[in-house]
T-cell receptor, first 112, second 108 residues
C-alpha cells in the first residue's frame, strides 16, 4: 500500500530537548516536504527536498533542520524546541513533477 | 513570490452546490490541486487539474481553471454533511504551495 508514515503521531516535550520526527515513504518519490499547520495560518512549508542530498528552505525554516540521506526518509529535526513550535506537522511526498502529493497522518507536537 | 489565496469560510445547506474559490500567483505552475482535510485527519487529495486544461469533472466535483486570471474553483454538487471539512487549494511549481484553507460547513 502506497503511504507516507510519520512517527510519532503525538509528542509532548520540554523546551530545549532535541527531537526528531521521522517520515518515510514507500513510493520511490523524489519530492518530500514538511509542513506545519496552525489555526488561521493554513499549511506553511518548512523545508522540502527534490532528491537525495538536495534540500531547500520553505517559508518557515527557522528552528528546524532536515536531511535526505536516502530517498525514502526525510526526518525533521528540532535541535532546541520552543513553545512557538507547538503545531501539527505533516510530511508529504510526490513524484518529480508533483503530479500527486501524498500526506502522512500528521504529528501533533506540544512544547511546554 | 508564490502565494495562494482562498476565502476562509463557506456555509451551505445540504443539497445545495458549494463553490470554493482560489487564486494563485505562479504562472509556471504545472498542476493545481484540491485537498480535503476532515477534523483530526491528514490531507486527502480530492482532485487535480493540469495547467493546460480549463475544466475537469469527477462525479460531484467540478474544477474550473481560468489561467489568464490565475483563478481556480471547486464546485461540489449536491453537498452533503459529510463534505464538511477544510478544503485546500495548492499549486505545484518547484514546490507545493498551499492556501490557508476554506472551512466548508454544511447544515441539514
Amino acid at each position: 500500500e502506497a503511504q507516507v508514515t510519520q512517527n510519532p503521531r503525538y509528542l509532548i516535550t520540554v523546551t530545549g530537548k532535541k527531537l526528531t520526527v521521522t517520515c518515510s515513504q514507500n513510493m520511490n518519490h523524489e519530492y518530500m516536504s514538511w509542513y506545519r499547520q496552525d489555526p488561521g495560518l493554513g499549511l506553511r512549508q518548512i523545508y522540502y527536498s527534490m532528491n537525495v542530498e538536495v534540500t531547500d528552505k520553505g517559508d518557515v525554516p527557522e528552528g528546524y533542520k532536515v536531511s535526505r540521506k536516502e530517498k525514502r526518509n526525510f526526518p525533521l529535526i528540532l535541535e532546541s524546541p520552543s513553545p512557538n513550535q507547538t503545531s501539527l506537522y505533516f510530511c508529504a511526498s510526490g513524484g518529480t513533477r508533483l503530479t500527486e502529493a501524498f500526506f502522512g497522518q500528521g504529528t501533533r507536537l506540544t512544547v511546554v | 513570490g508564490e502565494d495562494v489565496e482562498q476565502s476562509l469560510f463557506l456555509s451551505v445547506r445540504e443539497g445545495d452546490s458549494s463553490v470554493i474559490n482560489c487564486t494563485y500567483t505562479d504562472s509556471s505552475s504545472t498542476y493545481l490541486y484540491w485537498y480535503k482535510q476532515e477534523p483530526g485527519a491528514g490531507l486527502q487529495l480530492l482532485t487535480y487539474i493540469f495547467s493546460n486544461m480549463d475544466m475537469k469533472q469527477d462525479q460531484r466535483l467540478t474544477v474550473l481553471l481560468n489561467k489568464k486570471d490565475k483563478h481556480l474553483s471547486l464546485r461540489i454538487a449536491d453537498t452533503q454533511t459529510g463534505d464538511s471539512a477544510i478544503y485546500f487549494c495548492a499549486e505545484a511549481g518547484t514546490a507545493l504551495i498551499f492556501g490557508k484553507g476554506t472551512t466548508l460547513s454544511v447544515s441539514s
